[in-house]
């Protein structure tokens, strides 16, 4: 339960020494609000709990299934979405982006989906490497570097559909977390760099090719996402750096991250909706 410490001592969001949960700056680190008035002892527990693996697949199942009933026509339900309700929705590409500066669905292209197949495989690669990821870092920067590599991923499949780059860029829309699972491998990448695990590094790179090779094999695929989530996750990683402990901070952070995320679906839908009469 959402229970506020409003006594006693808390661990400091910034460097994790004990300061009291009401004093206005740390003494070790210096940090302002150290005990995030009184949050801090829940967001540590919520962040503990691996609860945003869970978040992000329920989110994107629900994105899914509202996408579905937004493109029924009278009472058939396919089971795909039309490209209307994923524009209303958030869907992500050089038509959004460029052509109505609709920016901010790079935060909300990567919740949506464009088939059975392709949400199916995405949930699961998301549950694969989500908690591995959470276990390296901790769940709050696995958001952190999940949001990062989606918003990197789709800007770069904008841009390149903006200039018409065969194979890689996004000339109308693009839906899909892959861009994020991208970040995952890539981080998954420098986290084996860093720390000299062999074993992360391989499995990130071995994933990485195996699916991006996959990408030009299929039609339809967002291979500039890819890239683009792929270094995103890296340089998300690289700045977060895996050698230094998970921080409350970074679990605001993602809540931060979801929220905002959040707010640009809605955004989104109320842009879209001179569109669609
Ligand atoms: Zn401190």
């Known amino acids: 339960m959402l229970g506020r410490k409003t006594e006693g001592s808390v661990l400091c969001t910034s460097c994790g020494v004990l300061v009291g949960v009401n004093d206005p700056t740390c003494y070790n680190c210096g940090r302002r609000n150290p005990g995030l008035w009184g949050f801090a002892p829940v967001l540590r527990a919520l962040g503990n709990d691996l609860g945003f693996v869970n978040i992000v697949t329920a989110g994107t199942i629900i994105m899914y299934v509202l996408s579905l009933v937004m493109s029924r026509e009278g009472s058939q339900i396919s089971h795909s979405p039309n490209s209307v309700a994923l524009q209303i929705l958030g869907a992500s590409g050089a038509v959004p982006v460029f052509g109505r500066h609709w920016w901010w669905t790079v935060l909300t292209a990567g919740w949506l989906h464009g088939n059975p197949i392709h949400i199916f495989f995405n949930v699961m690669w998301i549950r694969q490497l989500g908690p591995e990821i959470a276990h390296m870092y901790g769940a709050g920067r ?43 491998l890539g981080a998954l990448v420098h986290y084996g760099k860093r720390t000299g695990s062999s074993h992360a590094r391989q499995a990130g790179l071995q994933y990485a090719l195996f699916m991006g090779i996959m990408g030009f094999v299929f039609s339809g695929v967002d291979n500039g996402a890819h890239l683009g989530g792929f270094i995103g996750g890296y340089i998300a990683s690289a700045i977060m750096d895996p050698l230094k402990p998970e921080r409350v901070d970074h679990i605001a952070a993602a809540i931060g991250c979801l929220v905002v995320t959040f707010a640009a679906i809605v955004y989104t839908v109320i842009s879209a909706l001179p569109y669609i009469r």
């Open 142 to 184: 696995m958001i952190i570097i999940y949001t990062v590599a989606g918003i990197v991923g789709f800007t770069v499949s904008s841009l390149f559909g903006l200039l018409g780059i065969p194979f890689f860029g996004a000339e109308f829309i693009t839906v899909g977390a892959s861009a994020s699972i991208f970040g995952f």
